[in-house]
């Protein structure tokens, strides 16, 4: 199967993980695609194919002849695509030799270069693009496509030699759970790649540190007519306590390796109200800083009021991959030579988020990301270039060479 029709075919299926779901996966209808991955799997003659209870699915690539003892390496992808936006009934756009200009995705709106300065980099690409009323879900089946279709070329070429190779798929990594349940040691693999990167050339083997964050808040209602010095608005100690925080340390103030909070939802009334945030940063000792400025203001809100009107929940998510990744740097040496032999220019960064492997590297298994050619993840503005997925096949294919030497 072609990787457009194979990426084409992955993004009808609506694969959105829900983070309000008490199960795993958090969304049956995931299982569908992971389901229809088994059965491509073995139809391309991969050994060991299953899917666990979990809904994790894994394969084998097995090894050239006289490469059994070269290490074994995994490729992984999640098949869920992000709550923000749906990712039902996709109707994929498909733009040849793209000239560079704006691009219309339906009557009302438009993806304009002024609003995406990265489209000129894409100019006499084949563009996939949404209609403008569902995100694309080349985050992350961009990513399945290019392993499934490596995969299979790797079966149908017996000439090129390569080590044993496992291959994984997961659900959930859009709500934080993708790993929460892998079988690192079933796995086997000595070293990982995640194919969940963005744009052609990305490599990157550090992350952001994450903590969750809940606040609480018990006010007291009372008429308004009669509040002077009795009412405590929880919506206001909600507010009061966000202002507290650096605003220079707000994602839209922030880039590179700089670390923010993000007030993600805000919702309550008078008597009671509650706000979520997520805290990021790269390095370790500013994130655990930035948790400490939040509980501090939590103290301050509670001596005010003088009793414990605001409660905090808080809770580490994952961390910078890099710890584990730095000792071996032969997993990314071997991924920048692998680029250069497909005529893809390396761009080292961070990631100003998360993967899958940043939490697999701290299981025993570093696992860098590279790039899967998707831009513009998780809402209607999504795209991929298929030229740019034509070379995430490619590094694939010169990883499985490049380790059996």
Known sequence: MELKERFLKYVSFDTQSDESSES?????????????????MKSIGLTEVEMDKHGYVMGTIPASKGCENAPVIGFISHVDTAPDMSGKDVKPQIIDNYDGKDIKLNDELMMTVEDFPELSFF??????????????????????????????????????????IR???????????GVDYFDVEKFGAKFGYTMDGGLEGELEYEN????????FVQGRNIHPGSAKGKMINALQV????????????????????EGFYLLISMEGAVESAKSAYIIRDHDRDLFEEKKVILQ???????????????????????????????????????????????????????IRGGTDGARLSYMGLPCPNIFAGGMNFHGKFEYTSLDSMHKAVQVIINLAKLWAE
């Not at 996966?25 to 088994?38: E, G, I, Y």
């Not at 798929?169 to 709500?175: A, L, N």
């Not at 909600?238 to 390796?257: A, F, G, K």
């Not at 998510?317 to 032969?330: G, I, L």
Request: aromatic letters at 6%; one cysteine or more; proline letters at 6%.
């Open 296 to 350: 501090a203001a939590v103290d301050f809100m509670n001596k005010k009021y003088g009793s414990d009107i605001v409660k905090l929940e808080m809770k580490d998510q994952y961390y910078n991959m890099s710890q584990m990744v730095k000792p071996h740097p032969e997993v990314i040496n071997k991924a920048i030579e692998a680029m250069k032999m497909a005529d893809v220019k390396p761009k080292i960064q961070p």
């Open 238 to 257: 909600i507010c009061d306590l966000h202002q507290m925080l650096p605003v220079n340390m707000r994602p839209e103030y922030t880039s590179d390796y």
């Open 123 to 164: 100019k006499g690409h084949t563009l996939i693009t949404t209609d403008g009323t569902t995100l694309l879900g080349a985050d992350d089946k961009a990513g399945v496509a290019e392993i499934m279709t490596a995969a299979e070329y790797l079966m149908s070429h017996p000439e090129i030699k390569h080590g044993k």
């Open 24 to 40: 795993f996966p958090s969304t049956d209808k995931q299982l569908v695609l992971l389901k229809h991955l088994v059965e491509e």
């Open 208 to 215: 952001f540190n994450a903590a969750s964050a809940k606040l």
């Open 167 to 177: 291959i994984g798929f997961t659900p959930d990594e859009e709500i934080g759970r």
